[in-house]
Structures are given as C-alpha cells and as structure tokens.
C-alpha cells in the first residue's frame, strides 16, 4: 500500500525556517520524482520543488529559490523541504507528490500518488 505522509508544518513568523518531511511507503523512492506542492485559499495548486529520481536532479519554483532546498534520504525513505526566510505568502498547504515518470514536472496530472498536505502558516 502507498502512503505519502507530510509532517512538520506549523506557525512560524516571518523570517523563520521550517523543515518539512514526507514520508513515504510501498515504493521505492530513488524511482521517483518527489515533488512538494502548495495550495492557499482561493488559489490553484502550484509546484514549489522537486527532486528526479536517480541522480536526484532538483527544481525549485523561482519564488522560493535561494530560499528553499529539497533533499531525500532514502535510508530513511524520506523527502525533506527546508524552509528559510519564510513570507506570509508562503502560507499554505504542502504536499508532497510522487511521479513514477521520475522527471520533474509541475503537471499535477503526472503524479501517481498524494499526502494529505500539512499547513504552514507565516504570520507575526
């Protein structure tokens, strides 16, 4: 059975870090593409990083360049997305998507399976 779970979400002012982790089973990880995506009120939802399989080739979206890094341990069967310099924009849903084309892409419809998302809100 395949499970994405997300974890690390929370309040956090802005200027703050988070470090979100997607854990995942019933696949193996170095196959696919892991991507993390977020959705705020009222808007679609829209990629933010991703890592290929294999040689783990990562994108971000140019909004969170410099500012966010997506990593895998695949020991642990995990997929971090560290968060830095956190803007109220930023508030959102996250979740983490896995795509066993095992490119990235920010086609939604690619991705095989879904987490359930884990909230991040940026508010002082």
């Known amino acids: 059975q395949v499970q994405l779970v997300e974890s690390g979400g929370g309040l956090v002012q802005p200027g703050g870090s988070l470090r979100l982790s997607c854990s995942v089973s019933?696949?193996?990880?170095?196959?696919?593409?892991i991507s993390w995506f977020r959705q705020a009120p009222g808007k679609e939802r829209e990629g933010v990083s991703c890592i290929s399989n294999g040689e783990a080739v990562t994108h971000h979206a140019n909004s969170v360049k410099g500012r966010f890094t997506i990593s895998r341990n695949s020991a642990k069967n995990t997929v971090y997305l560290q968060m830095h310099n956190l803007k109220p924009e930023d508030t959102a849903i996250y979740f983490c998507a896995a795509a066993s084309i095992g490119f990235c892409t920010w086609y939604v419809g690619e991705y095989n399976y879904w987490g359930q998302g884990t909230q991040v809100t940026v508010s002082s």
């Open positions: 019933g696949f193996t990880l170095d196959t696919y593409a």
